[in-house]
T-cell receptor
Framework: NAGVTQTPKFRVLKTGQSMTLLCAQDMNHEYMYWYRQDPGMGLRLIHYSVGEGTTAKGEVPDGYNVSRLKKQNFLLGLESAAPSQTSVYFC???????????FGPGTRLTVL | DQQVKQNSPSLSVQEGRISILNCDYTNSMFDYFLWYKKYPAEGPTFLISISSIKDKNEDGRFTVFLNKSAKHLSLHIVPSQPGDSAVYFCAASVGRTYKYIFGTGTRLKVLA
């Protein structure tokens, strides 16, 4: 089992470009999350999903959109990247509300 | 305003000795706490949790202590091993909800 995978691992964008980060899981978990981690700060929740076809805003949702068309995939989109979105992005899954979360390896994104 | 604080960014401990990682929180409504461990270039992995109805939870070499009156929790690792060298995050929530608030992390180095 691969667990939680993220694609790509690294990416460099120019300001204004768009991109999509893919999170895939084979754990059959209902809940999926996107976090960002910045130096000197903890993980902050961007968006989350409680099941296929559902999404909701987390703590820092501005500038991001998400989709959960299939249970196993959770996509994070940046429509017009800004330097403030330079960060490491982590996807996580959970098998029930409030359970421990299982994290992917992260995507390091740099916006120039 | 950091609701969950890990005031020690780093800690070094000799192999075989005890490692004590601390976490303070400000929101008295928090009642569920977790510790995650993170190696470089990997996502965080769940280590141990504690509910506010307990003041201690043990799992092998890892013990978490909760002092509700002081709004303080600590993670004890005994004995420390070089493989424990990682960044440790504490996280807190009100009830077992999706919305965990993470601390900024403490980098533990266990010296052989």
């Amino acid at each position: 089992n691969a667990g939680v995978t993220q694609t790509p691992k690294f990416r460099v964008l120019k300001t204004g470009q768009s991109m999509t980060l893919l999170c895939a899981q084979d754990m059959n978990h209902e809940y999926m999350y996107w976090y960002r981690q910045d130096p000197g700060m903890g993980l902050r929740l961007i968006h989350y999903s409680v099941g296929e076809g559902t999404t909701a805003k987390g703590e820092v949702p501005d500038g991001y959109n998400v989709s959960r068309l299939k249970k196993q995939n959770f996509l994070l989109g940046l429509e017009s990247a800004a330097p403030s979105q330079t960060s490491v992005y982590f996807c996580a899954t959970g098998d029930r509300w409030g359970s421990e979360q299982f994290f992917g390896p992260g995507t390091r994104l740099t916006v120039l | 305003d950091q609701q969950v604080k890990q005031n020690s960014p780093s800690l070094s401990v000799q192999e075989g000795r005890i490692s004590i990682l601390n976490c303070d929180y400000t929101n008295s409504m928090f009642d569920y706490f977790l510790w995650y461990k993170k190696y470089p270039a990997e996502g965080p992995t769940f280590l141990i949790s504690i509910s506010s109805i307990k003041d201690k939870n043990e799992d092998g070499r890892f013990t978490v202590f909760l002092n509700k009156s002081a709004k303080h929790l600590s993670l004890h690792i005994v004995p420390s091993q070089p493989g424990d060298s990682a960044v440790y995050f504490c996280a807190a929530s009100v009830g077992r909800t999706y919305k965990y608030i993470f601390g900024t992390g403490t980098r533990l180095k266990v010296l052989a």
